[in-house]
């Protein structure tokens, strides 16, 4: 049997997810986003679960998405398979994901990354869309989701010119909420993740979803549908727990119910 393409290992309530295709520096193809989707539903499945970790090599994120694969994919081939339309699925795990990077993050690795919820870089980490040299287009939410992040200009900037950034730069444009050294970097996502882990699992989800609904309704309905979700969780365990624990001056005991 051939090695798996993404390997997890589960610490308290973390679980950790590494791209392995070493080889090809963690290139995306259809048999490793089949696996990553498929351990992702698992996940989201497991109610012994609260956070995932999702990171690559110290060389390499993922370096982009496979090009043998796209090589000899035709127009027709492409809109028959709707290639790389399950990417969709990694956005909708319910669960937060952080994405931890090291080395290369371009291209498809780079859509991947912004389809997590909090991406924290080590000094090694490097960020592009160079889809242009190849003559295409970014195609997994890079013209999109880029944009909502480091803005306009940024975004044209990096997809017009297939230009890397490190990061410190991204950094500076919000594409990354943190940076680590990366001697420490994954140790110190491990030691973030063990303490959102430890926060009521139904508060993780909802803040999830209302601030991914921000990036795309109006700010009436925003928060309208935060609002809902703030006062549903009122009907939970954790949120008596939890204001209970603070009156008392203790650590809350979540049931994550």
């Known amino acids: ?26 290139a995306l193809n259809g048999a490793l986003m089949v696996e990553l989707v498929a351990a992702l539903q698992g996940i989201d499945a497991n109610p012994a679960i609260s956070v995932v970790v999702l990171t690559g090599s110290e ?8 090009i043998k694969e796209m090589h000899g994919l035709s127009y027709s081939d492409a809109i028959a398979q709707d290639f790389a339309a399950n990417y969709v699925q990694v956005a909708r795990t319910r669960k937060p994901i952080i994405a931890a990077v090291n080395g290369y993050a371009l291209g498809g690795g780079l859509e991947l990354v912004m389809m997590c ?16 040299t190849l003559g295409v287009m970014p195609g997994i939410g890079g013209s999109q989701r880029l944009t909502r992040l480091v803005g306009r200009a940024k975004a044209m900037d990096m997809c017009l010119t297939g230009t890397m950034i490190d990061a410190q730069e991204a950094l500076q444009f919000g594409l990354v909420s943190r940076v680590f050294p990366s001697e420490t970097m994954l140790a110190d996502v491990q030691g973030i993740a063990q303490d959102m882990a430890q926060k009521s699992l139904p508060a993780l989800m909802y803040i999830k979803e209302a601030v991914h609904r921000a990036e795309e309704v109006s700010l009436s309905e925003g928060l309208l549908f935060e609002r809902r979700l703030f006062q549903m969780l009122f009907g939970t365990t954790d949120k008596m727990e939890g204001m209970a624990a603070f009156l008392e001056k203790r650590k809350p005991k979540f049931e994550n119910r």
Not at 59 to 66: T, Y
Not at 123 to 130: E, I, L, R, S, V
């Open 1 to 26: 049997m051939s090695e798996p393409l993404i390997l997890q290992t589960v610490e308290g309530r973390v679980a950790t997810l590494t791209l392995n295709r070493p080889s090809a520096l963690n």
């Open 59 to 66: 060389k390499a994120f993922a370096a982009g998405a496979d």
């Open 117 to 132: 919820d909090m991406i924290i870089a080590s000094t090694t980490a490097k960020f592009g869309q160079p889809e242009v």
